[in-house]
Every structure is written in structure tokens, then in C-alpha cells.
């Protein structure tokens, strides 16, 4: 990976929305009535891990308006961009190929219906070949489709898809996105810092190169699953360890699973860490 600044300025002001928080079997669970499945609250209805950001668009392009840009597509993608109206996308972002992360790319297709655009998709090579395996069709070249631009009537029915390989730092609508490697159990995932914001989900840890390219944040989501260890996640104890040696100015947990209500777990939090919620909109201070 290329040397970069560890303080990589935004031009413009960046915003995000957590359209997913919870864990791989989502929150409440299938056959499960414990208080927090069965919580009243909404902040304890936690769907499948992914977020949307958003940031202006330079140069009055795209109508004057903004560009949003998705991190993984999770199996509830349809309710999640109907809940917060998200309506339209102009990329999207993998962190890796697990299947709560990304499920919901068929639903990509109403993207395209939509914009009359294909998507740009960008994703590491295994992730690439993974989702190649799993959704052939959304792959496959045909005219003005996966290769083209134009899209196709075809677009009803299966993704236009644009891919592009992740091996580096790269510009995405005049934003540079930076690869974090994370380490997953026994898998290297990416996590993505732009500007003065980091998603690091589905982690057991960040090695020092990485936290490096993590420092001076405003705001860090970080994987926070339960409070007892697990092999793949980090724990909340383990998580605030790691938030303590990054010292973003504030953080967001992630990735939670049915273990605590929302209310219990913030009571035990520093003033600067939040639990994050299927919704939550935060926006990000490009001053720092």
C-alpha cells in the first residue's frame, strides 16, 4: 500500500448514516425472546451491518446535489434505503464477502432502474472473485451492461455492475478512500478511512500499521459484538482498549449482537463513546 498522510482532509463536509448495526443474525433473532429481542426500543432492532456515506458533490456536478456511497449491501438493503429514503447510490464499497455483508446486491439492480446508470462496485480481488462465484449473473458481460456504462432493460431483472479492484488508496467522486487492513479471526478484511471518518466492522483487531493510518479521526465506527471475548469480533472491553491507543474524537460501536439492551451498554461507556443504532445519522467535522 502506498505512503499516505494519516490525516487525510476532506474537501467537503462528510455525513454518515448507519443503516445496519447488529451482528450476522441480526437483532431480534429467529427463535429468540430474550429482553433485548423483544425490546420495544428501536435502537435495539439491529439489522445487518452496512452504512451510507454521504458528501457533496464537487463542481456542481450530478445537479447540484450530493453523492452517497454504500458500504457493503446487507440481506435487509431494501428496508434499510427505504427506512432512511435513500434514493439513489453512485458506488459501492466492500469490506469483505461474508454473507451479512453482502446479500443484498441484487437489490443494486433497483439502483439502476432508478439513476439509468450502471454501479461502480469496488472490492479487494477475493472479494471480487467471491461475489463473481455467488452472483454470475450480475457479472456477465452483455451490452451496455458489466463492461459498458449505458444500462439495459436488462437492469429489471439482474445488476448492472461496474467493478473495480481495491489495491490501494483510491478517489471515489473526488474523495480519497484509504483500504485499513483488519484482522477477522483468521481473515484479512478492509476496513476504509475518508477524511476525518473510519469504519473498521468485523474485527478481532487492528495491528499498529493500520492504527496508524487511524489516527487524528473525528469519528471511528468500530465492531463492538458483546461483552465476553469472541474469536472474530471485538469485545466492548477490547473494542474501548483499541479506542483508547486510536483516540479518535468520538466512536460509534458496531456489529452488536442481542447480549445487552442499547440503554445498558451506554451507561458503562466514557462520555466520548456511543452505542450506534440501524439510523443514526452523524456528521463528520472536516476541521480537525
Not at 209 to 222: G, H
Not at 229 to 256: K, N, Q
Request: neutral net charge.
Amino acid at each position: 500500500m502506498e505512503q499516505i498522510s494519516t490525516n487525510p482532509k476532506s474537501s467537503r463536509r462528510l455525513s454518515v448514516t448507519m443503516l445496519g448495526s447488529g451482528t450476522s443474525a441480526g437483532v431480534p433473532m429467529i427463535g429468540c425472546h430474550c429482553s433485548v429481542c423483544s425490546s420495544s426500543d428501536p435502537r435495539d432492532h439491529r439489522s445487518r451491518p452496512s452504512i451510507a456515506v454521504h458528501y457533496s458533490d464537487n463542481g456542481g456536478r450530478n445537479g447540484g446535489g450530493g453523492r452517497n456511497i454504500l458500504i457493503d449491501t446487507s440481506p435487509e438493503l431494501r428496508l434499510q434505503a427505504v427506512r432512511n429514503q435513500l434514493d439513489r447510490i453512485d458506488a459501492v464499497v466492500y469490506t469483505h464477502a461474508h454473507a451479512d455483508h453482502i446479500f443484498g446486491l441484487d437489490d443494486l439492480r433497483r439502483y439502476n432502474t432508478v439513476m439509468r446508470a450502471a454501479m461502480p462496485l469496488y472490492a479487494a480481488p477475493d472479494v471480487l472473485s467471491t461475489l463473481r462465484r455467488i452472483f454470475p449473473y450480475a457479472f456477465e458481460t452483455r451490452g451496455g451492461g458489466a463492461g459498458g456504462g449505458a444500462v439495459t432493460n436488462d437492469s429489471l431483472y439482474r445488476p448492472e455492475l461496474l467493478p473495480e479492484r481495491i489495491d490501494g488508496p483510491f478517489d471515489l467522486f473526488g474523495e480519497r478512500w484509504t483500504p485499513i487492513p483488519l484482522v477477522h479471526g483468521r481473515l484479512n478484511i478492509l476496513g476504509f478511512r475518508i477524511g476525518n471518518f473510519a469504519y473498521c466492522t468485523d474485527c478481532s483487531d487492528i495491528l499498529p500499521a493500520s492504527r496508524e493510518l487511524l489516527r487524528n479521526l473525528d469519528v471511528l465506527i468500530i465492531d463492538a459484538l458483546r461483552p465476553r471475548p469472541h474469536p472474530t469480533h471485538l469485545s466492548f472491553e477490547e473494542s474501548l482498549t483499541m479506542i483508547s491507543r486510536i483516540r479518535p474524537r468520538r466512536a460509534f460501536f458496531t456489529h452488536l449482537s442481542h447480549d445487552m439492551l442499547h440503554d445498558d451498554i451506554e451507561k458503562n461507556l466514557p462520555a466520548n463513546v456511543r452505542v450506534g443504532y440501524d439510523g443514526l445519522k452523524i456528521e463528520i467535522d472536516p476541521n480537525l
